[in-house]
């Protein structure tokens, strides 16, 4: 995995992956792909990054884990391949997006459009063993994502952290809250959508693009007759 990470993030993630616990992490999820099915595929691995280059991080949106059934994740946050159903997390953000922003919900659950636009959407655990949740958690990822957030705030430019649910609000003791702004809420899943739906997300976040000096983010995600 060591010679995937994207260009743009050499400077500020490069010495991560010559640490002892990544070459570790990388051992575990190698012995697991020779095991079975592991998502997102190899190439996709590090494809928030890829998506969202270093200097143009706008917002970062920390999700736990990604997707583990046949052919959903992709390596971004939340976000499924175009012709995958939109899973229950997301469909509640999208109507979230329509009740607050008045958009239409897409029928798709591809966020691309958001990476493009400045938003990281980082898992903080990167791989995850095919149909089991969380296989892959405590073998080193969360310490590279730590180190990914880590890279945002030393950044001269600030951007906006979106902190959904107890599990990415653990991760506040990493942020400088005085030069960058925290946007905090319950996890869109549905076991807490009571409490997501109606919290304004979406204008929270664009308020404090603006205040940043950066071009608010276009939520709208067009639809791909899928």
């Known amino acids: 995995m060591t010679d995937m990470l994207p260009e743009s993030w050499q400077d500020a993630l490069g010495d991560e992956l010559h640490k002892p616990y990544f070459a570790r992490l990388t051992e575990f999820v190698e012995e697991e792909r020779a095991r079975g099915p592991v998502y997102p595929p190899r190439e996709e691995v590090f494809a928030a990054l890829d998506a969202t280059p270093y200097d143009q991080v706008k917002v970062l949106i920390l999700g736990q884990d990604p997707y583990h059934g046949e052919g959903q994740g992709h390596g971004l946050c939340f976000s499924v391949r175009p012709g995958v159903k939109t899973p229950p997390s997301l469909r509640n953000i999208y109507k979230e997006m329509q009740a607050e922003l008045g958009h239409p919900i897409p029928d798709n659950g591809y966020l691309m459009p958001w990476a493009r636009q400045g938003v990281l959407l ?105």
Do not use: C, M
Request: hydrophobic letters at 40%; aromatic letters at 8%.
């Open 122 to 226: 980082l898992n903080a655990v990167l791989t995850v063993r095919s149909g089991e949740a969380n296989s892959h958690k405590g073998q080193g990822w969360e310490t590279f994502t730590d180190a990914v957030i880590r890279a945002v705030v030393a950044r001269p430019d600030p951007a906006v952290f979106v902190l959904w649910g107890n599990y990415a609000k653990k991760k506040l003791p990493l942020i400088d809250t005085e030069r960058h702004a925290v946007v905090q809420g319950a996890h869109p899943s549905p076991l807490s959508a009571r409490k997501f739906l109606g919290s304004r997300p979406f204008t929270q976040i664009n308020d404090a693009v603006a205040a940043q000096g950066h071009e608010p983010i276009d939520w709208r995600i067009p639809d791909l007759g899928a």
